[in-house]
């Protein structure tokens, strides 16, 4: 285990936890270049291989840069790199809730509250397309992800139904070569 | 604060005591079952299945923790733990969010040699759970009934980060004032 790394770690995903607004995926371009380009500490293919695989998983996006202190210093740097990347966005958040707890009587609050609501679900809904670029963008592969969203909308079991539904029609493509594969 | 105690109250007439153990494992589920994204996961089980929050004060809280740093659905947790059980509710709702997920992915990086088809699998999950983003997004809209002028703010957000792939922060910071504006026109607060 490389224990002179566990500081730099820290340092790095501290400061982007602060920049990070639209979360992980926003700052995946930085993430990689202090990754690969000024600390080092990867090839380019290897950041690929955990990004790959971040991504299979469950979770929130920031296990990827869990995955990077994992894959540079051990369980050690899985711990480091994960509180470095979640405790200054969480502090943030925590007294930003606070604050709006606590002055919600005041009619700025109530209209800053309602005029987040949209720009939030437009956003939602803007991750959601640029989901499906990376997924792949062939006819077959677009009417998957848009018969899964209509399944969201239009039912109220458990989404898991059209997860999976959707992950297995598209296994299907990809098999009988339907879909390039990425 | 006594003297809008009573409004507030009415306010809160929708929402109910979450203990620390349902928090935990509520977050628990939502971890373990957030391929592609939390974020439907989260209004699946808070919203529909435990009936922790409305969908509106579920849209607003998501709405606070989107123009924060870090994932929005991550401050959602910290808040909706605050708000349930103060600090150690948000220390539950952090741990319960990232313990499966920390788990699985550190076991699929020990296997991964072995693993071959992790790019096929990746794609598969990626585009149906694209889908649910989208669907979840859309369902929301749907149930929270926005105002003409929200849907056009909605839809604005999409165009610019969805297709035009505009810069995130210079739109927020656009967009966001404007809402404001269109909420006080439309008298939403």
């Known amino acids: 285990m490389n224990v002179g790394l566990l500081l730099p770690i820290a340092r790095v995903f501290a400061i982007l936890s602060l920049v990070s607004i639209g979360g992980v995926n926003a700052v995946l371009p930085e993430i990689r270049r202090q990754v690969v380009d000024v600390q080092g500490w ?16 469950p979770g929130p996006n920031i296990i990827m840069v869990s995955l990077i202190g994992f894959q540079l210093a051990g369980l050690a740097g899985l711990l480091i790199a994960t509180l470095a990347i979640m405790l200054p966005s969480c502090w943030l958040a925590f007294i930003a809730g606070r604050v709006v707890t606590r002055w919600s009587d005041q009619r700025w609050i109530r209209l800053l509250k309602e005029g987040l609501v949209p720009v939030a679900l437009g956003l939602i809904l803007a991750s959601g397309i640029s989901m499906m670029r990376t997924a792949d963008q ?8 848009l018969a899964t969203a209509a399944v969201v909308v239009f039912s109220r079991r458990n989404p898991l139904w059209a997860l999976a539904a959707g992950t297995c029609a598209y296994v299907v493509a990809l098999r009988f070569g339907l879909l390039y594969h990425p | 604060m006594n003297t809008s105690g009573g409004q507030q109250k009415l306010e809160e007439v929708l929402s109910r005591t979450v203990s620390k153990r349902e928090l935990f494992f509520g977050f628990l589920k939502i971890g373990l079952l957030g391929f592609g994204g939390v974020a439907p996961w989260a209004r699946h089980v808070i919203i529909e299945e435990r009936r922790w929050l409305t969908e509106k004060e579920f849209a607003e809280i998501l709405g606070i923790g989107q123009i924060l740093p870090g994932p929005n659905t991550m401050n959602a947790a910290v808040m909706i733990g605050d708000r349930f059980q103060g600090v150690s509710g948000v220390l539950l709702c952090l741990l319960g969010q990232m313990a499966m997920p920390l788990v699985i992915v550190t076991s699929l ?14 794609a598969a999950v990626t585009g149906a759970a694209a889908g649910l983003v ?23 957000a999409f165009v610019a980060i969805g297709v035009l792939a505009w810069p995130l922060v210079a739109v927020v910071s656009v967009l966001v004032p404007l809402s404001v504006a269109a909420a006080a026109l439309e008298r939403r607060a």
């Open chain 1, 42 to 57: 990867m090839n380019d293919a290897t950041f690929a291989n955990l990004f790959a695989i971040s991504h299979v998983a």
């Open chain 2, 109 to 122: 990086a020990v296997v991964y040699e072995r693993f071959a088809a992790v790019a096929e699998v990746k």
């Open chain 1, 138 to 145: 062939d006819p077959p592969a677009i009417a998957i992800s």
């Open chain 2, 134 to 156: 989208m669907g979840t997004a859309l369902k929301m809209a749907r149930n929270i009934k926005l105002t003409p002028l929200a849907l056009l703010v909605g839809s604005i």
